[in-house]
């Protein structure tokens, strides 16, 4: 087994994924057998005694356990696996075989295409196995440093989230749970039910829990370990699905039902985007693996004749006239010109003839001229469209707007904070949310310019709006809901900008910080006894030590204090846009938001933890009650406190530039990114100390702002509670977008669904008042659809009335006829052969 | 003016004669008699053509059992008004319209069939070659001329004889002895 | 016989047939539907003949077909007529104009 896992160290992650898996099928299987012997619990019997071992009435804590202990499995596998992909020594093409499988096709397309004839003609001198097939989607996995270092965190954090779990959902290990909140959503609407006056009941759905987070973190590593864009679609739906069942997790409280609902179908909205990327993918480059996409997309590095001219860039061609065969063909632009043209020429993936290839550029042996075959496949040149490229960027990228809650498909994520807290530390902040800038990350060479500063704007736009909303909310899941949707914010603008790998070590720094903020949250309204709201907090300092310490480890991480681990990352995002914005003076916004928003973060973050846990209280029945939560719980606090420390340490340990995860990162940068951002990254050099020193003033600035109004100043209920003016409410009502929605999307909907029932609605579907005669079928109804149909079995109907004559039962008449056929034929029969 | 054609004019009146009687009487006892007269007429025309086992078969097996049968049911059931039963004028016409089309069009497509040469000798196999053929002896059967071939040709011909049809319309005629006397089993009869 | 040729007998045959037709088709007693029955089929067996003795081919055959065809119309004659005297007994009538409960 070992030589198994030593010729192919990847296969670790395989199994490391394939446990979450296991988990949910063996949870599935159990509590199908429990409810399937339920109706039988007091019989006495085979299925009685299934059920008594399948947990009863219950939940079994057995398979939670379970869960946990293969996810810490796949947690050490995880990390094992990190280790192993930082320690091999091997390299090219032997380091991918160790680390990459295309497993399985599972749909092939079209016969197999035929090999270029230079290939077989060598085949003697070049031992290298001739190209590919037809189009097929596949299953595989491609292990580089960043999926070793995503895969650890999802699995580390994970664990830890099980952990916390397994103490903050005991509530529901109960046989019967009384859940209030339902009886405040559903107050008169059960006035006349064998319900009134009654506490809604349910049974405990401890396990239920487990089973759907092992779904999620099969479906999550999934995700990061999949090389081709079909692997992802599937894992992305698969967690927009756990999400939703998550999110719905207590689906009687109707906030929260359609809570996973609103999640659910925006997030569809953004897949739609996704699909039609992936369509203009598959058309247009034949594959949807990741590797070959970008070897169609970018030139190559180097040919026969040397380095390339343009290597690893864009290459762009204008359509020239066809060959004599009527081949058509496209030529570079004059040299002053390079870079524009109406279309994106691709490269073949494996070329005519190996042993001689040429690259595109200006002068001899270089292409300049590409014959673009009618019907292309990935082993000659193509062409696509500029603009559909730039929409294929866009779609994918539309699908990660929707799963990472960017403008204008946001709105989701703070309803998303109806499912437990250990959900939204999760799914909403770590993982699941994550998985658009992962995605925007590892398919950075298929992002056009044009893509690349759509993103950067739309993260600049998010971050800074959805930090403005936080300054105001005052629910503590709601703070940190749209705190996450504006750190989100900041690692598309980083990615857009050009600092791939300081967007991406935000994404890693942030998990962990965003969780520790999440659990502590959890812990602080578990010890409150379910309270949310942060005007009926205060004072729990002393009360809740160590939440209160890990909390305040979190908020400083998140604001950016120096060594702590979010501002390696905040630093080298704001040197990035700083850099972007010397060099491109007009897009001024894209430096002034973020930088901005750094004071808003530290502003919101503190007024958070001092309104939570310092002053005086200002609630004393919460007070009194408050008490710091078991060890189960508080122990992954602790651990994540100390992630969020020194996850990013490097050394020099002051010098930002110099994390060592951000040189891990930095391993799998794409080469495009060199390409495109060369000059930006020169100038992020020189003014790295600007930027931070500039991020460093402006969170302090908003940290001394929010002591000063909420630490001084104690706040008082009525103050809190007080209607502000037209700004606040504008903040407080999260900028309006909902109901612009509704009014905008929603209203007309339903208005063209009623409209649509009515035209098939008669009046006479209702009985008619006493004394009215029954009103005729609407005209329009007549025309069409019913009447239609109506007249169709009519019709038939009437000619088998007609049809029906023939039928006399007289013998008489049935003799004449087969004479006459007899007659007739013979006549016909006389009439052909004279 | 031949014998044989004298003799055919005769025959062929007295048949056809007797086959319009069949159809124009209403009474269903003259009907059968001039059956009667139309079957022995048939079996007359058989002998003249030179088939005198079948013309012998004929009268026994049609005139002397089938007519009979037919008139024993005529006795059984024709009783009171059934004797007579008249069918409206209009489909008599149709039928008799009906009818004249088919003779007409039978006659013109006899008229275009093209046969060979008759064979040397005048006659038809005698009931020796018929008996051999029923017995399953095949080489009874001369090589012979095909229509559609040029004058002359001979073919040779596979042998065949006829022992499965004669063994099979034996059974036939067990099943349906035990048929019909199953189905015409005495039975209370219906007050009408 | 040579002079008489074949079409006389195939006429003959043609208008036997006919009239069998014709009695099938109008007569309401049952029995005289049978009648006309046994003349179509004599009207084949004399077609039948009459090829065998003006077709060298066929000298033997057209005989067997005939004997057959007898035997088979007595047979079929059989069955009809106790079918009609099961109808008799059921109906007290041989009227076909009464069969007609396959009336759709």
Known sequence: MLNWIDTNPGRIYLVATLLPLVAFTLLLIGGGIRSACRPYRRQGGFADSLYWIFGGDKPLKTGAYLATVLMALAAVLGVTGLVLVLTDPSEGSLREDRWAERLTSWVHLGPDLPTPTEWDRKRESDPTPPPLVALKLELGYKIDHLAAVVFAMVTVISTLIFIFSLGYMQDETEVVVADHEVDRQTVGRHASGPHVGQHFQRRGRFGRFFLYLSLFCFSMLNLVIADNLFQVFVSWELVGICSFLLIGFYYERPSASTAANKAFIINRVGDAGFLVGIMIAWTYLGTLNFEEMFTRVRSPIADSHGVAQFPNQLIRANAAEPYRDGTPRYELPPRDEFGTGSHLILMPLVPEEPSHVHSPGYGPHRDQDFAVPASQNVTTYGAIPYWLFVVMGVGIFLGCVGKSAQVPLHTWLPDAMEGPTPVSALIHAATMVAAGVYLVGRSFPLFAPEVLLVIAYIGAITLFMAATIALVQTDIKRVLAYSTCSQLGFMMLALGVGGWVAGLLHLITHAFFKALLFLCSGSVIHGCHHEQDIRKMGGLRHKMPITAFTMLVGVLAIAGMPLLSGWYSKDQIIAAAMAYGLDHQHHFLLFLLPVLTTGLTAFYMFRLWLLTFTGSPRDTQVHEHAQESPRVMTIPLIVLAVFSIGVAWGWPLWNADASYLGEILKKSEPAAVAVAFAHEHETAHHYHLAAGGLALILAIIGAGLAFHYFSRRQPTPETMSAPGGAGYRFLLNKWYWDEAYDKGLVRPTIQLAQAAAAADKRPTDAPPPPGEPELPPKRFDLLTVDGLLNTVGQAVAGVGRWLRIVQTGQLRMYMLALALTAVLLLGILTALTE | MSLPVVLFALLATVTAVSALGVVLSRNVVRMAVWLLFTLIGVSLLYLLLGAEFVGAAQLIVYVGGTLVLLVFGVMLTAQGPLRELRTPAAQLVVGGILGAILVSLLIVVSYHIVLPNPPEQDKLPGVASLGLAFLGVTETNPPAALTGLPEGTRVARTPVAYLLPFEIVSVHLLVVLIGAAYLARAKRRVQS | ?104
Do not use: W
Not at chain 3, 57 to 67: H, I, K
Not at chain 3, 68 to 97: K, M, P, Q, S
């Open chain 3, 1 to 104: 016989m040579t002079e008489l040729g074949l079409q006389p007998f195939l006429a003959l045959s043609a208008f036997l047939f006919a009239c069998g037709v014709v009695c099938i088709a109008s007569k309401r007693n049952a029995i005289g539907v049978l009648m006309g029955v046994e003349l179509v089929l004599n009207a084949a067996n004399v077609n039948l003949v009459a090829f065998a003795r003006y077709n060298p081919a066929f000298q033997l055959e057209g005989q067997v077909f005939t004997l057959l065809v007898i035997v088979l119309a007595a047979a079929e004659a059989a069955v009809a007529l106790a079918i009609i005297l099961n109808f008799y007994n059921n109906h007290a009538t041989v009227d076909v104009d009464q069969a007609d409960e396959l009336k759709g």
